[in-house]
């Protein structure tokens, strides 16, 4: 269970956006083409994804 960086999944559409500008690496699509966080621990909390999705499918914390 994440803390941090919250999925809604059912909003996610697989579009890579957050995969493609989150600085700390950490956000990657799962074999469903869905969002997921590796190690959230290193979120820079800048909701640079939070602010870019386009189903605002990710919240921070
Ligand atoms: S930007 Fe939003 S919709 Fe796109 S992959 Fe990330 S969480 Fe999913
Ligand atoms: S807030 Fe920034 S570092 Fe954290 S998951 Fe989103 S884009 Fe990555």
Redesign the pocket.
């Known amino acids: 269970m994440n803390n ?2 919250i999925i809604n999944t059912g909003l996610c559409i697989g579009c890579e956006v ?1 995969v493609d ?7 990657y699509l799962d074999d469903d083409g869905i969002c997921c ?1 590796s190690d ?1 621990s ?9 602010r870019q999705c386009p189903t605002r499918a ?1 919240k ?1 914390n």
């Open positions: 941090i960086v957050c500008l989150c600085p700390a690496r950490i956000l966080v959230e290193r979120c820079d909390r800048l909701r640079g994804c939070e990710i921070i």
